[in-house]
């Protein structure tokens, strides 16, 4: 039988090795002074075992890993209309890229670029104040992680909103094509705060557990999704969750997973585990180096990948 807290152990034992460790995210002030050094892994399997290493207890910020949180309750609240607004294509350019929306009129490729995520955070906002709706988006959060100490990170929030200039530029731009409806100051306002919440690799790694397991928490028996949704967001997960890197990704790893500028990654082998991973060093399309390699060798050692024939079959 496959030993999961040898093999988590053993990766973490490998990466705290690395030398080549990417390079931290510059761009948001907090996010800087993250030390290169940091390695964690935690994972959740179907029958609720949890295994982890390293700094798997430490929060970090989620950054873009929260747009599948995000989506996942804009879904809940419009159903399949989302889909009118924010497309379902990998976009093959950067996750802060502009350059589509103009020829696309407005409606960004995917959710999981900013763009997609900023149209996603505005319909989350519909009929709310901001605070509400930042507040209704920690507390779904904290309810599918089952942990009320998780927090959004005002500091980082702050950082991102004083220098966001490409962000703003992409919610205006939308604007103008009526695809960001509240207004642009409270839609980024929601946005950035979603990006700023801390959570360590366990903590996410629970949050994860409803798409391993076809839409249920598997600890609540709670549905948070259909099994169509789960499946559907796994699929956007495997096609855009890596931006212009989701082709290697899906090479490398071949499991649905989305990336955050902080260096964690959420991978969802479907039916076995819910992963997170942490490192802060991104690679050159601004995805977890380590983060990206600890799932390689996972993948390897267990056969989770998605392309892999299950054992059983
Ligand atoms: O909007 C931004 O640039 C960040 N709040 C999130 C970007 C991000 O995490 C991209 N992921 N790799």
């Given at each position: 039988m496959t030993d999961l807290g040898a093999i988590v152990r053993d990766i973490a034992a490998e990466m705290a090795e690395a030398t080549e460790r990417g390079t931290v995210a510059?761009?948001?002030?907090?996010?800087?002074?993250?030390?290169?050094a940091r390695f964690g892994i935690a994972l959740v399997t179907a029958d609720g075992a949890c295994h982890a290493a390293g700094a798997a207890d430490e929060p970090f910020s989620i950054q873009s890993i929260s747009k599948v949180f995000t989506l996942t309750l804009a879904l809940g609240r419009?159903?399949?209309?989302l889909w009118q607004r924010v497309?379902?294509?990998?976009?093959?350019?950067?996750?802060?890229?502009?350059?589509q929306l103009e020829t696309e009129h407005g409606?960004?490729?995917?959710?999981?670029?900013n763009a997609g995520a900023i149209v996603v955070s505005d319909m989350i906002l519909a009929g709310h104040r901001p605070s509400e709706a930042i507040g209704e988006i920690v507390r779904f959060v904290r309810g599918l992680a089952g942990d009320e100490a998780i927090y959004v990170d005002e500091s980082v929030a702050r950082a991102e909103q004083a220098s966001g200039y490409r962000n703003a530029a992409l919610a205006n731009y939308m604007a103008a094509f009526g695809?960001?409806?509240?207004p642009v100051e409270e839609t980024l306002g929601v946005y950035v705060h979603h990006c700023a919440i801390a959570m360590s690799c366990r903590q996410l790694a629970l949050a994860g557990r409803y798409l391993m397991a076809g839409g249920?928490?598997?600890?609540?028996?709670?549905?948070?999704?259909s099994q169509r949704r789960a499946r559907r967001i796994n699929a956007l997960m495997l096609t855009c969750?890596?931006?212009?890197?989701s082709g290697e990704f899906a090479f490398r790893v071949g499991l649905p997973g989305k990336s955050g500028v902080g260096g964690g990654i959420l991978a969802i082998a479907p039916g076995r585990a819910a992963i997170a991973v942490w490192s802060p060093g991104l690679n050159e399309r601004g995805n977890s180096q380590l983060g990206t390699l600890a799932l390689e060798r996972l993948v390897q050692r267990?056969?989770?990948?998605?392309f892999e024939p299950a054992e059983d079959a």
């Open positions: 510059d761009y948001i002030a907090p996010l800087k002074a993250i030390d290169l419009v159903g399949d209309q497309g379902r294509e990998p976009s093959g350019t950067a996750f802060n890229s502009i350059v409606i960004p490729r995917n959710p999981f670029i695809n960001v409806r509240r249920i928490n598997p600890e609540t028996g709670r549905r948070i999704v969750g890596h931006y212009d890197g267990t056969g989770w990948s998605v």
